[in-house]
């Protein structure tokens, strides 16, 4: 894959016919999620399209220029004209695809597909998501020599791994970053010889069927089902949210952070992920102004002990965004008041949102197994859910505490109840 720096950008992109071009960071989880997707863009559509990376770290003025200021985010031109919608963050190979078949005629479309072929797999267990719940599962599963697969749109880890530091999972003295600790639960589950299919787009799900159809090709047929796909963070769905996600706002303060060093940034949020991501911006940030619905934090009480000790960051309470807008390179927050009803304006270079999470199941298909009334999948002490053979675990079922510990210990529960059945 090509990489190609401002100097290059003229001759490479505006002179280059039909283009796409991929910002990347380092210590971006979507932007190495991403790169297999695009990697494989490139092999099916490569004749007829150029590919193109760019370091967004080392060429932050061009990144500016072309209005990108989140990673990673995808950019499409032809004839030296930007086309199409840009896409960023946690981007799908659908996505991508749908973008680059609009770039050609139907004939060229109709020749590419037909290079694509079904394939077919078969699995003892087949696991949704590569979160520590998932990871955990796969672990046990082939340490007892049961064939599995372990299936993610993104990389090992869930959340864990974009969360900038975790403090209280047992074994390590001090507080470790959540990429790391992911890394070594992936390793020690491939080290036990299972698969994985990461970076992937799930096409559909069948439970009934155990059948689970990925990137559209293929299609894994399992004896046993566990989901552990998660949860994903809320929006807040006020006017201008969508229209700035990746160009102001952000929901992931490890990818985007670094880029706002000696800025003013403000956080949207109040619980344990909001201050510890707050803090992290810190690092790098001049100013951080929090934004709270209520009269104090709802995080643990040291994560507030270490955030009050913060004198960069101001906490606003009782106060909840109701409009986002852009102006010049700033974005502008409309805050209320919650007790006088005033309406005010809050300048900042960038905005984070990090206000709670909802579980992941819009991807399991049509036949669902039985939830709660927030969504959540409901199971037995073995994690077994009401459909046949289908598990659920980590921070998708219903249970009172969502931690990596209580993930890890589901997915204990739910490898050995099924090994004792395989």
Not at 53 to 80: D, H, Y
Not at 164 to 171: A, D, E, I, M
Not at 248 to 256: E, F, K, L, P, V
Request: glycine share 8%; hydrophobic share 40%.
């Amino acid at each position: 894959m090509k990489e190609i720096n401002a100097s290059d950008f003229e001759n490479e992109v505006l002179n280059g016919g039909k283009v796409v071009l991929d910002f990347y960071s380092t210590e971006c989880p979507p932007c190495e999620a991403l790169a297999p997707k695009f990697d494989a863009m490139a092999e099916l559509y490569g004749e007829k399209i150029k590919f193109l990376k760019v370091f967004r770290q080392g060429n932050r003025e061009l990144a500016s220029e072309l209005g990108v200021s989140s990673s990673p985010t995808l950019l499409f031109f032809e004839n030296g004209k930007q086309i199409l919608d840009t896409i960023s963050g946690g981007i799908k190979k659908a996505e991508i695809q749908e973008r680059l078949d609009k770039m050609l005629s139907d004939n060229e479309v109709a020749a590419i597909k037909v290079n694509q072929k079904q394939i077919f797999s078969d699995y003892d267990v087949a696991i949704l998501g590569a979160g520590p719940a998932g990871l955990t599962a796969g672990i046990y599963l082939g340490q007892a020599k049961i064939k599995t697969v372990i299936i993610d749109p993104a990389l090992p880890g869930g959340y864990m791994g974009i969360t900038h530091q975790v403090s209280n999972y047992p074994g390590y003295e001090q507080p470790q970053p959540g990429f790391m600790l992911a890394h070594y639960m992936s390793e020690q589950a491939k080290h036990t010889g299972i698969d994985f299919k990461l970076a992937v787009d799930i096409t559909s799900v069948d439970l009934i069927k155990k059948e689970i159809v990925i990137d559209q090709l293929e299609t894994i047929r399992a004896k046993k089902i566990i989901i552990g796909t998660g949860t994903t963070p809320n929006t807040m769905n006020a006017p201008g949210e969508s229209e700035y996600k990746g160009k102001g706002i952000s929901y992931c303060a490890t990818c985007d952070a670094k880029y706002f060093v000696d800025k003013e940034v403000t956080v949207i949020g109040g619980g344990n992920s909001a201050v510890e991501e707050a803090l992290f911006i810190t690092k790098f940030a001049s100013k951080v102004t929090m934004i709270h619905q209520f009269d104090k934090l709802t995080a643990n009480q040291t994560a507030i002990e270490t955030l009050q000790a913060n004198e960069k960051i101001h906490v606003l309470y009782e106060h909840e965004p109701r409009k986002f807008e852009k102006r010049d390179d700033k974005m502008i927050t409309f805050l209320e008041d919650l007790k006088t009803k005033e309406l005010k304006e809050l300048e900042s270079d960038g905005v984070f949102v990090f206000i709670g999470f909802k579980s992941n199941v819009s991807v399991l298909g049509d036949v669902l197994p039985q939830m709660d009334n927030w969504g959540y999948i409901k199971t037995n002490e073995d994690m077994l859910t009401n459909l046949p053979d289908v598990y659920a675990i980590g921070d998708i079922i219903s249970k009172k505490y969502r931690q990596i510990t209580t993930a890890v210990a589901d997915g204990t529960i739910a490898a050995i109840t099924i090994s004792k059945e395989l």
